[in-house]
């Protein structure tokens, strides 16, 4: 396997690892806040939400694509129905992502182990990768606009989350920074695979 073959593999499995990370087992944005009488937590990522409330004592997490009343409204016309969608096109998106990343993963490490050597650039992968990082780069901008936007129809989910509270923190966590990072790590991978010829 030669050098920038061997990295482009190398930088396109890291991708996978961090996209899996940021996605699967972590929230993108976090909130904490104290209303009145209660301290509420909410943590919102792009297969679940969980919450949690002291007043009440309850805690738990819905599944995004199944949560509330589909014709409940969030604001404006925006209804919640609408917001499972949203979710779904991000769920989509992301799974598309990972999978073409695995398949440009293992086309490269397959190619990067045959005894045969490829005189062409390695466009297979590059092409695979590249259609990772769009569709990467798709599902965390989607959530981005529907928490900036969408949710609160022109205001954020932080801002209308905060009305009422004090003691108030909002804000992407670390596993959102992860998700960009796989996005930069996977168009890297693509500029390798597209400039090396093995």
Not at 89 to 114: H, K, S
Not at 116 to 131: A, D, K, Y
Not at 164 to 175: E, L
Request: aromatic letters at 16%; hydrophobic letters at 45%; one cysteine or more.
């Amino acid at each position: 396997m030669g050098s920038g073959h061997g990295t482009g593999v190398f930088f396109t499995f890291l991708a996978i690892v961090l996209g899996v990370i940021a996605t699967v087992t972590h929230h993108w944005l976090d909130m904490n806040g104290d209303y009145t009488v209660s301290h509420n937590t909410v943590k919102v990522g792009l297969f679940e939400t969980c919450s949690s409330q002291s007043l009440t004592g309850s805690s738990g997490c819905d599944i995004n694509t199944d949560i509330g009343n589909p014709d409940d409204k969030i604001c404006g016309d925006h209804t919640v129905g609408q917001m499972r969608q949203y979710f779904r096109a991000m769920q989509a998106f992301t799974i598309a992502a990972v999978v073409f990343a695995l398949v440009a993963f293992i086309f490269g490490f397959a190619r990067g182990c045959a005894k045969r050597r490829f005189t062409t650039p390695s466009v297979f992968e590059g092409t695979f990768t590249t259609l990772a990082c769009i569709f990467s780069i798709i599902t965390w901008a989607l959530f981005l606009h529907f928490t900036l936007e969408w949710y609160g129809c022109g205001q954020s989910y932080c801002s209308v989350a905060g009305q009422g509270a004090n003691n108030f923190s909002c804000g992407y966590n670390y596993s959102f920074a992860l998700a960009v990072a796989s996005s930069g790590f996977l168009l890297l991978s693509a500029a390798i695979f597209f400039a090396t010829g093995e």
